[in-house]
């Protein structure tokens, strides 16, 4: 019998979990090399793969990773792991409609690619990122163009992953750059920037910032909702935006008793699950903006994703 699953990373858990949404019991946990940050799911749902960013925040020092975790979501179970050494500190993650893996080396500013991942077992083409410390990217549904946000050069640069021949181009967008999401015809780039407190929508076509608004205090990450809105999420506040795409302007405000790190909405239902720093994940619906319920995680839940398994 199937059931819809929340799959999570618990970063300082140094785990991949299963959660079950109606229950929100935690039926399975995946060991893992400390600090596992992003992931993403093939469009089989038979694999996720995880970064090994290896540190437990971009404001930590270290080395950090240089591994992909694989893993085999109906078993339960580490696949395999992928060294793509020297490109280490694996943070942002995206596949393409073909099934290509990308992942971000924050380190060495560099997106390496992947062209059949279930197999590969290190990368088959690198680009450079066109910035410092290379956080996390947004990806065209073909994969012919990455966006990618850089924390210390405070740009955007875009990125032809398949054409190193093409030289990144890059905005400034305000300070520090990290939260990004593509409208649903690739032509506008939104992007959080965290030091300037402000949001920004980007023309993708000549990188060019269209129109700029304050945020709320230290906005980290920016999701797409699929009516149109916006969701940020805002760490130094602890608190939830819901923005209007065409103006910027805040159109309600939702307080929270912790700082959201991340979140991601259910395929089919007005809910987004959202991650919080007091080892709690919320229930949040989409069309009463109000949270629903909270369940219990491990330490510092993150990233996750609802599949039917």
Request: aromatic share 8%; net charge negative; hydrophobic share 40%.
């Amino acid at each position: 019998m199937t059931q819809e699953i929340l799959l999570l990373v618990e970063k300082c858990s140094h785990c991949f979990s299963y959660y079950a949404v109606e229950s929100g019991e935690r039926l399975h946990s995946i060991g893992l090399e400390d600090f596992p940050h992003e992931f993403v799911v093939d469009a089989a749902r038979r694999f996720a793969y995880v970064g090994h960013y290896g540190v437990e925040t971009s404001g930590h020092p270290g080395h950090g990773g240089t591994r992909i975790f694989q893993i085999d979501l109906a078993g339960r179970k580490l696949a395999r792991t992928i060294d793509i050494a020297p490109f280490n500190r694996v943070h942002g993650m995206q596949m393409d409609e073909q099934g290509r893996l990308y992942a971000l080396s924050e380190d060495r500013a560099q997106l390496v690619v992947l062209d059949h991942p279930e197999t590969d077992t290190a990368p088959r083409r690198a680009v450079p990122a066109g910035g410092i410390k290379s956080h996390l990217f947004a990806l065209t549904r073909d994969g012919q163009t990455a966006y990618v946000m850089n924390l210390l050069s405070h740009t955007v640069s875009k990125v032809r992953p398949h054409d190193a021949t093409t030289l990144p181009v890059s905005c400034s967008p305000g300070d520090k750059p990290e939260g990004c999401a593509l409208s649903a015809d690739e032509k506008t780039l939104y992007v959080t920037n965290r030091w300037s407190n402000t949001l920004a929508a980007i023309d993708t076509a000549r990188m060019k910032v269209l129109r700029e608004a304050p945020s709320r205090d230290d906005p980290t990450r920016i999701y797409l909702y699929r009516d149109g809105r916006l969701v940020v999420t805002n760490y130094g506040e602890r608190s939830l935006s819901v923005v209007d795409a065409a103006s910027l302007e805040e159109l309600a405000r939702i307080p929270m008793a912790a700082r959201p790190i991340a979140l991601s909405f259910h395929p089919t239902r007005p809910l987004a699950f959202v991650s919080q720093d007091n080892d709690k994940l919320g229930y949040f619906n989409m069309e009463t903006l109000a949270f629903e319920r909270f369940i219990a995680t491990q330490r510092e839940p993150d990233v996750s994703c609802v599949v039917t398994l």
